[in-house]
C-alpha cells in the first residue's frame, strides 16, 4: 500500500466513525478529558497542515490561521489574543466547517503524498498516520462519554459491531525470572516512548491468560468492596468517597438489576462479559481484595505471547516513566509523550475500539489512575 | 387580537430570533447563567405543556416524559434518576427534536386556545407569553454571550438593527420629597413582584434624564477607576482583582483602541454609544467617581415620566425584596420570583433586546450584582 | 466619666472576656469569619495608635512597623511585601507579645486623654470606643466558635452568666400604617450607616413582642421544615443541601435527644430558651413555614418600643443598604460602613453578649444571610 | 544500648527540637501538609500507647479516649461523632495537657520496657522508634514552613547548627552496567518498602559526587528557566504558572537581592550553599536545561557508595512503588507505607534535619512531586 493510499484509508476511517453522530454531537464537551468530536476531526487535520503542508509544501496556502488557534493542543507556544477556549464553549467552527478544513486539507495532502511517497518527512507522515488513529480510538470512547451520560441513553449505532466483549476463564501461566528485554525492536513505526530496547530482570510470576469479567467483578461489589478501604491506596479511598463510586463507569443499578451504557444503548450488564471502564484504583483494589496485584507492564510484555489481548487497555503497577535512554525529539514533536511522564500509569495491550494494525506488544498507552473512560479492564498477577 | 392569534404571534417571534443561528450554535452553554438556545425552544414550549396542556387539555398525549427532566428549570420537585444535566453538555434531543416537540405543542395549544379564548386559564396562559417573552430577551444575550465568547468573533447577523444605541447629554431633574405610589395598578398583566400598589416617602432628588455613553465611561476607565478601591464595594473590589476586570464585558484593546463585540459582530467602540454590559459593582463605582449615586428603584419608578427607557437595564441601588403584602402564588407557579428575594440587586426599565410591549414602568427585573451579559447601563442620581 | 476612665473601663472589659481562655485559644481561626482572639486584641489596640497616637500625639513612636501590617483589617491600602497573612496560620506575635503592645499603647493613651479629654478628636475617640465594643461582642462569639467546634467540647467558663436566655410566649402587637421616622435622632454617639433620620411610609402591620424559642422551633425541624424547599429562597435551599444542615449552628442530636455547645459547655437544649444561631435563610424559611415573614429593619425600628429587644440579634428581611442622604467620612474611616453595602442583611436589636450600652434602636448590624455563629434570633412578623 | 535506654535517648530528642518554640507555634497550620508541632508531640505518644501500652500492658488505663480520635492519623477506622477536624483549628488539648499525655505514656512505657526488653513485641517497639525519627524530622521542617511563612520571619534558634550547607563541585562517576542488589538486607531495621531484596539490571550511567548548589540553581533562574516551558512536564508547568512559581521555597528577591529564610531567620542566600527546598519538577526542569536527567532510586542505590550523602533529600525519576514480593503487614500498621504507592515520587539519601542513625543507604522516602517543604535537592545524572 503506498501511503497515500494509506492515508486515505486511515482518514476515510475517522469520517466514518462519525458517520453516525448528529450535527449535535459533533459539539459537546462533557468533562475535561473528553473532547468534542469536531474537535478531533479538526485537530487531525491541523496536524498534517501544520508539520507537513505549511513547512514542506511549496505554495501552499494556509486555511483559516484561527485555525491554528482553535485546533492546537500544544497550547504552550500560543501567545497573542488570551480568550478562553474551553473547546465544549465553541459553537464555531461549525461541523460543516471543519468538513471543509478537512476537504481542503486532504486535497493538498493527496497532491503532496503524490509527489513525496517516501524520502526524509516518511517518519513524520507515518506519525500523523499513528496519530489519528489515536484519535480514532479517543472517537469512540468521548462518543460513548457523551452519549452515555445523556439522560436520554441514545444508542451511537444498532448495528455497530463494537459490543461489550466476553471473556474467558482465568488460568495462571508462570514466567521464569531472569533478563528480558523490554521495548521495541524492527524496522516499523514506534512512539518515542517505546524505545530504547533494554533488559529487565524479573523474578518468577504467574499472570492471568483471561481478563476479570463482570461475573468476578461483582463478586467484589457484592463483598462490599467499595466500602473496605484496606484495599484501596489512600488517594483511591479519596477518590471513591468523594466521587461515592460504586460501581464501573456507565453501570446503573435499575430495580436491582445491573444495566451498562454501551455504544448500542442500555443494555443489561452481561456476566460473561469482560469488565470494562474501571480505574486503576478499582482495578488494584480488586486485586487486592483477591489476594493478587497487577502486573509491572515488563511482566505483562515479557509474558504476552502467552495470552491473547485487545479487548482493553490493561492497567499495569507501572507508573509512565521514561525507558533508560530516552530522549525527546527536538521541536514542537518532542512534546509527544515525554512531558507527560509524572503522575500516570502504564497500560498495556489494546481495546476492542482501538484501530486496527495499531497495536503493538510494547506499546505503552498511558492515563492517570482515576480514568475510567477508556476501555480498560484487569489481568491478574501474583 | 385574539389570545390564540398573540399565542402564534410570540412563539412566531421566538423561532425568528434563532433563524440566524447554526444548529451548533443552538447547543453549548459557556457559563452556567447562559442556556442554550434550543433549551430556551424547549423550556417555553414544556411551559405550556405542563402547565396547560397537561392538566387542562382532555386526551392530550404528553410529548416525551423525559423532556419534562430536560426542559425543567423547576428542579426541586425533581426525583429518581440522579444524572447530571448540565444543560450544555447534553447534545440529545437535537435541535430538530426540540422543534418537532415546538410543533407538536403548538398544535395542541392552538386546538386548546380556539376553545379556552376566555376564563379562568386567562391568567396562566398570559403568563406563559410573558414567560416567552423574557426568554426572548434571554435568546438574544446568551447568543451574543455564545458568538462573543467565540475566539472567531462571528456576526449573529449582518443585517441587525440590534446595534448599540447612541445617547443624549446627562442632565438632571429635580422630583420633589413626598409619598409616591409604587407598584402596578390596572388591568393588564403584571408580575407578582410588582404588586401590591404601596407608598413610599421620598426625600427631594435628582436624576439624570439620559444614561451613561461609552465617552464617559472611558474617563473613568482613564482615570483608573479599576485601579482605585475607594470607589467600590468590598465584594465588588474582590470581584475586579480576582477577575481581572479592566473594561465592561465585550470590549477588547486592540493596538491602543477599544473595540467591543457587537451582534454585527466585532467593532470599534462608538464613544457616543450608551454604555452597556456593565455589572452593578461597575455601575456604583463610576457613581462614587462621578461623586453621584444609583437611583433606588422607587425613585426611579417616580421619576420615570420625566424621561425615555428602554435602551439599557438600569442598575438601581435597591436590593431585590417582596414589597409590603407580597403572597407567593400556590404551588409551582409560586417559585416564579419570591425564591429569588435575596443577594440580587433590582434593574428598572428596559433594554433594545427586551420584546416590544414587554415593559412596564413598574416592571422589576434583578440580577445578581456582579453580571454583566444582560443590556444593562448606568442611570445617575444625587 | 471622663474619656480616659471610659477608655480604662472598656480596654479592662475586652481583657476580662479573655480571662478564661488558654494561650492556645487566642491563635487559631477555624473559619475565614472568625478571628483569633489575639488578633481582636491586637486590631483593637491598632485601631487607637493608628487614628490616634501616630497621628496626633507628639513624639510617639510606633510600636512595630510590623504590627501595622499584621493587625490592619483595611487590607487595599497596604502594598509591598506580599505574603499571605491568614490570620490563623500567625503563630508571632505571641500573645505575650500582644498584651505588651496593648499595655504600650494604654500608656501611651493615658497619657494622651489625660491632655486631650475634650475637643475634635473627640468623634475618633468615641469611634474607637464603639469599635473596641463590637470586638468584644466578636470575642464571646468566636471563642464559642473555636471552643464549640473542638471536638472535646471544652467550657469557656463554668460560672458564666452568659447562658442561653428564655423567651416569653409569642403575642402579636399591631401597629397602624402611616409616616415613621427612622435613624439616629440625638447628641451621643452613632455610627454613619444610621444617619440621616428620614421618613418611612408604613402600612399596618402585625410584629410579635416575644422571640422564637428553640421548643417552637424544634416543630419546624420536626415537621421537616429542612427537607421541604417550598420554605426557602432558593440560595437558602442551595445552603442547606451543600452543608447538609438539619438544625441550628451548635446541636447535635445524640441518641434522639437535642444537645448543644453553650460557653458553659454542651448542654442540653432548654426547650423554653430562646432560640440562637439560625441564619437569614432559616429565620426566613421558619417564617414561611408558620405563614408569616420577618419585619423589615422599618417595621422593627417602628415597633421596638413595644416590646424588649436585646436577647438576640433579630434577622429583618431588609437588605443593608445606604439611607438617603448616606455619606462616606473621607480617608480610611470612611471604610468603616460603606464599602459592606451589599449582599448583606441587616439585624436588629442586640444580644445577650453584646456590650452594655452599646445597643440602641437605631443600630444596624449586618451579615450575609448564611452565618449563624452570632447571637442571632428570630422575631415574626404579618 | 537497652531498648529502655533508646526509648528515653528518642523521646528526649523530640522534646529538645521543640525546646525553642513559644506556645503558639505549637498549635498553627498553615498549610495541609504541616501538622502543628503539638499533634507531632501528641500523636508520637499515641503510637506508643495504641500499640504497645492499650494491646499489652496488662491494667493500663487509657489516659482519654478523646486522645485517640485528636491524635490518631489512621482515620479509615474512626467513626462515630462527625466532626471536623482540622489540626490546625484545635486550640484544645493544649501544649501543657499534651506534655501531661506524654509524661504518663511515657512512665507506663518505662514500666512496660523494663519488663519487655526483648521478644516478640521487639519490632513494634523499634517501629515506633523509626516512626518517632521521622516526626522528628517533620517538626523540623513542619516548624520551619510555620516560622518560615510569618511576616515577622522570627529564627527557630539563634545558635542553631541546622544550617543550610556547603556543596561541592560537581563530578561524575561512572556505574558500569550490570545487574545490582537492591533493597535491605542485613539484621537491623528497615522500612517494609525497603523489602524484598532482588535484582535490576542497570545500563552504564554517570552520576554526580556533588549536589547542585545555589550559584548554580541562580544560573537557571538567570536563564529564564521559570519561564520556558519545555525543560517542564507538563503537570510541572502547571503548577509553575498556577502558583506563580519564580525561585525555590523560602527565597524572597528584596532589592535585588536573594535572601532566604533559614532556621536562624532571614539570611542572604549564600551562593557555595547546597540547594534546598526544590520540587520534583524544578529537579527535573533543572535538569533537563543542563542536558541531564536525574537518577532512578536504583541508580542511586547502585553508586552511592560513591559519594557523600545526608544533606538533602534527593529526588530520584522513579515513582514510587511496590518491589517485587513486597507484602503489607496485617492491621493497622500494614497501613504505614503501602497504601501511599501510587502518584509519589521516591527521595533518596537523607537531609541534615534527618535524625541521626535513622538513615540507610537502602530508604524510600517519598513525596508528591509538587511537595518542597522538605530538605529536598538535585544530584544530577548522564
Redesign the interface.
Known amino acids: 500500500m503506498t501511503l497515500l493510499e494509506k492515508y486515505k484509508g486511515i482518514r476515510q476511517r475517522t469520517e466514518d466513525i462519525c458517520a453516525p453522530l ?9 468533562v475535561a478529558d473528553v473532547s468534542p468530536p469536531k474537535w478531533h476531526i479538526g485537530h487531525t487535520t491541523w496536524f498534517f497542515e501544520t508539520f507537513l503542508l505549511k513547512e514542506h509544501l511549496k505554495g501552499y496556502k494556509e486555511y483559516n490561521p ?1 485555525y491554528n ?2 485546533f492546537n493542543s500544544y497550547y ?1 507556544t500560543v501567545g497573542a ?1 488570551v ?4 473547546r ?8 460543516k466547517d471543519v468538513y471543509s478544513y478537512r476537504l481542503y486539507v486532504d486535497e493538498a495532502m493527496t497532491s503532496f503524498l503524490s509527489n513525496h511517497a517516501s524520502g526524509d518527512l516518511k517518519d513524520i507522515i507515518i506519525l500523523g498516520f499513528n496519530h489519528e488513529e489515536q484519535h480514532q480510538e479517543l472517537l469512540y470512547t468521548d462518543i460513548k462519554y ?2 452515555g ?4 441513553f ?1 444508542a451511537y449505532s444498532s448495528d455497530t459491531n463494537v459490543l461489550e466483549k466476553q471473556t474467558s476463564k482465568n488460568a495462571f501461566v508462570s514466567v521464569e525470572n531472569g ?1 528480558y528485554e523490554i521495548g521495541y525492536t524492527g524496522e516499523g513505526f514506534c512512539f518515542d516512548n517505546e524505545l530504547s530496547r ?6 518468577e ?1 504467574k499472570i492471568s491468560t483471561a481478563l476479570v469479567s463482570n461475573e468476578e467483578y461483582l463478586e467484589f461489589i457484592l463483598a462490599g468492596g467499595y466500602k473496605d ?2 484495599y ?6 479519596d477518590w471513591v468517597k468523594t466521587n461515592n463510586v460504586q460501581s464501573p463507569m456507565y453501570w446503573h443499578l435499575f430495580d436491582g438489576h445491573w444495566y451498562h451504557y454501551t455504544l448500542k444503548g442500555l443494555q443489561p450488564v452481561d456476566e460473561k462479559g469482560t469488565l470494562n471502564h474501571i480505574s ?2 478499582e482495578a ?1 483494589a480488586y486485586a487486592a481484595w483477591k489476594g493478587m ?1 497487577l502486573p509491572t507492564e515488563f511482566e505483562w510484555e515479557a509474558a504476552a505471547p502467552h495470552f491473547n489481548w485487545g479487548q482493553r487497555w490493561e492497567w499495569t ?3 509512565y ?2 525507558y ?2 530516552f530522549a525527546k525529539a527536538p521541536g514542537a514533536i ?1 512534546e509527544y509523550n515525554g ?5 500516570q ?1 502504564v497500560l498495556r495491550g489494546a481495546s476492542q475500539v482501538t484501530s486496527p494494525q495499531h497495536g503493538r506488544i510494547t506499546y505503552r498507552n498511558f492515563f492517570h ?1 482515576h480514568l475510567r473512560w477508556q476501555y480498560t479492564g484487569i489481568r491478574l498477577a501474583q
Not at 448528529?22 to 462533557?30: A, C, I, L, M, N
Not at 465544549?88 to 461541523?95: E, F
Not at 451520560?149 to 436520554?152: E, I, M, Q, S, T
Open positions: 448528529q450535527t449535535e454531537d459533533y459539539v459537546v464537551q462533557p484561527d488557534y482553535v504552550e489574543r480568550i478562553r477556549t474551553d465544549g464553549n465553541l459553537s464555531r467552527p461549525t461541523v457523551i452519549l451520560h445523556n439522560p436520554l441514545p533478563l533494554h533488559q529487565v530482570y524479573l523474578r510470576y478501604f484496606r484501596w491506596h489512600a488517594e483511591g479511598w486503576f484504583y488494584s496485584r503497577e507501572s507508573a516513566l521514561p533508560p535512554g518532542g512531558k507527560f511522564m509524572v503522575n500509569k489512575p
